[in-house]
């Protein structure tokens, strides 16, 4: 993680194309070849500040109270990850913006941002798939591993994909603004009004929850 701050440090104080491998390393206090071992390349080094992130917003669904339903759960997660204080400090909300504003601007960039999105979604189907899974009796024999991605049924995933949408779009549509982290134009409110804007969109509950065929 040092070297991904190292990173995102100098990427918003010399901006991208200004930044080497090699001055992510001395930043880091590295050498260049260790900096390789673990990144192909300079954008790729941020990846694990991306992830941070979009594992606080899943980690915030799966401990959500297990007797909120599904939008209240991803509500919850925003109010936690989202809320400058929360789950983020405001300060560090305006390094999100330009890393954010960097990667719109650069496809290499763009690419680290899309595949951190897209893992975060299949971790969010994995989470909805345990939410909705009958309780086991504690008697009961261990069941099979819903979270197995194979077994994670369609409409799970696409529930998963919605919702990672909702509030990525929320994210990326205020960095592109001067708008303060907190109040009606921050990413939480973003967030939560593009949730809103889903109305009744079934999230696999009420009788869409894991059937045994589902589990298998």
């Not at 991306?50 to 991803?74: D, F, I, K, N, S």
């Not at 983020?88 to 690419?111: F, G, Y």
């Amino acid at each position: 993680m040092e070297i991904a701050r190292a990173a995102a440090a100098l990427f918003v104080r010399q901006g991208l194309r200004a930044t080497r491998a090699e001055d992510i390393a001395q930043a880091a206090g590295i050498a260049p070849r260790t900096f390789y071992r673990y990144f192909a390349s300079k954008e790729e080094a941020v990846a694990p500040l991306y992830a941070a992130g979009a594992q606080c917003w899943t980690q915030a669904v799966r401990e959500a109270p297990a007797a909120l339903t599904v939008p209240e759960a991803l509500r919850h997660a925003v109010h936690h990850t989202l809320t400058p204080g929360a789950g983020v400090s405001a300060s560090s909300w305006e390094w999100v913006r330009t890393l954010i504003r960097l990667a719109d601007a650069s496809p290499a960039l763009r690419k680290v941002w899309a595949e951190v999105c897209q893992a975060s979604e299949g971790a969010l189907a994995e989470i909805l798939a345990e939410r909705l899974s009958p309780p086991v009796e504690a008697s009961a024999a261990p069941r099979d591993n819903v979270a197995d991605p194979a077994r994670i049924p369609p409409h799970l995933r696409f529930a998963a994909a919605v919702a990672g949408a909702a509030v990525r779009v929320a994210v990326e549509s205020w960095a592109t603004t001067t708008s303060s982290p907190t109040g009606p134009d921050g990413p939480a409110a973003l967030a939560l009004h593009n949730l809103e804007a889903l109305g009744d969109f079934g999230w696999g509950e009420e009788g869409q929850a894991l059937s045994p065929n589902d589990r298998t």
